[in-house]
Nanobody
Framework: QVQLVEFGGGLVQAGGSLRLSCAASGSISSIRAMGWYRQAPGKQRELVARLTTFGASTNYADSVEGRFTISRGNAKNTVALQMNSLKPEDTAVYFC?????????WGQGTQVTVSS
C-alpha cells in the first residue's frame, strides 16, 4: 500500500503563485509515476501534471503548460507542483496521485482557490 499526504494549497489572487507538495509512504519502491490531478465543482477530475519515476519524463495538461512545473523532491518519495500565473479557472481541489505496477493511490486533496 501507498499513502499520500499533500501540503500547500490555499487562497491566492490571480497572477500569483502557490506550491503544492506530496509525500508518499509505504511501498514507495513500487511507485512508477506520481502526479497531480484536480477537480473543480461540477467537473470531472483531470490530469494536471505527471512525472514518471524512471526516466523522469513529464507531461502536462494543455491548460497549465508553461505555468506549472512538476518536480521530484530530494527525497525519492516526494513530488512538488509549482504553480505560477494562477488563474481563477485553476480553482479546484488538487489531488496527489501515485501509480504502482498494480494500482493507483490518491491523497486526500487540497483546496486551491484563485480569486479574480
Amino acid at each position: 500500500q501507498v499513502q499520500l499526504v499533500e501540503f500547500g494549497g490555499g487562497l491566492v489572487q490571480a497572477g500569483g503563485s502557490l506550491r503544492l507538495s506530496c509525500a508518499a509512504s509505504g511501498s514507495i519502491s513500487s511507485i512508477r509515476a506520481m502526479g497531480w490531478y484536480r477537480q473543480a465543482p461540477g467537473k470531472q477530475r483531470e490530469l494536471v501534471a505527471r512525472l514518471t519515476t524512471f526516466g523522469a519524463s513529464t507531461n502536462y495538461a494543455d491548460s497549465v503548460e508553461g505555468r506549472f512545473t512538476i518536480s521530484r523532491g530530494n527525497a525519492k518519495n516526494t513530488v512538488a507542483l509549482q504553480m505560477n500565473s494562477l488563474k481563477p479557472e485553476d480553482t479546484a481541489v488538487y489531488f496527489c496521485n501515485a501509480d504502482t505496477f498494480l494500482d493507483t493511490h490518491w491523497g486526500q486533496g487540497t483546496q486551491v482557490t484563485v480569486s479574480s
